[in-house]
């Protein structure tokens, strides 16, 4: 079945600085790459999400990037602010059962 | 428009006892997938479901089984709990074939406690 893994799991940027969370996943069928926020004690927040037919997205300060052919894909958070802070889970998903395979989580912490 | 809503907030039960767990998906939404989340770990998929049957389920046994509804609002019910079942529920709906049942939008989550 699919796998997925995330690195860091803990990633402490300067204010302003920029972020980068990496995720590799192991099935070639995987085709939904979602991104999500969470907040200790709250809900995961959707933040960001490519499909496998897209290189890159941006979304103000966010991108994500995904290379199929390596099977990783990437979130990218650009001068990072306090609200920042949070864990981060990226996921992956196969079209045919539309399961999320979650990752570990990154632990973001934005120093000021 | 209401999100995703789930009840109740908290549960504590002790172990043997049963639990059943409630989600309403966001309006226009017909697919609702279940997860655990344990502490300081990411979510878990339990099962999902749409036109009111069970469509995929991830490695969690016979005691959880769970239910849709007409309306698409869902129930989780766990049987027999263990202490191990104590985590975050949370639920998540998605928008369905038409704007695709990958994607996710999750609810505020029921913290159980199992004693």
């Known amino acids: 079945g699919e796998n997925v893994e995330q690195h860091p799991s803990t990633l402490s940027v300067q204010e302003g600085d920029s972020a980068v969370i990496k995720c590799t996943y192991s099935?070639?069928?995987?085709?939904?790459f979602p991104w999500y926020k969470q907040e200790l004690g709250k809900r995961p927040q959707l933040i960001i999400d490519i499909r496998s037919n897209v290189g890159e997205k941006k979304d103000q300060r966010i991108a994500v990037t995904l290379n199929k052919t390596a099977k990783h894909f990437s979130l990218h958070i650009t001068e990072t602010q306090p609200e920042d802070s949070a864990v981060y889970f990226c996921a992956a998903s196969i079209k045919s059962n539309y399961q999320l395979i979650w990752g570990a989580g990154t632990k973001l912490i934005i120093k000021p | 428009d209401a999100g995703v809503t789930q009840s109740p907030t908290h549960l504590i039960k002790t172990r043997g006892q049963q639990v059943t767990l409630r989600c309403s998906p966001k309006?226009?939404?017909?697919?609702v997938s279940w997860y655990q989340q344990a502490l300081g770990q990411g979510p878990q998929f339990i099962f999902q479901y749409y036109e009111e049957e069970e469509r995929q389920r991830g490695n969690f046994p016979d005691r959880f089984s769970g239910h849709q509804f007409p309306n698409y609002s869902s129930e989780l019910n766990v049987n027999a709990l263990l202490l191990g079942d104590s985590a975050l529920y949370l639920c998540a709906s998605s928008p369905g074939l038409a704007g695709g049942r990958d994607t996710q939008y999750f609810g505020p989550g029921t913290r159980l406690t199992v004693l």
């Open positions: 309006s226009g939404h017909d697919t």
């Open positions: 099935d070639s069928a995987s085709n939904y």
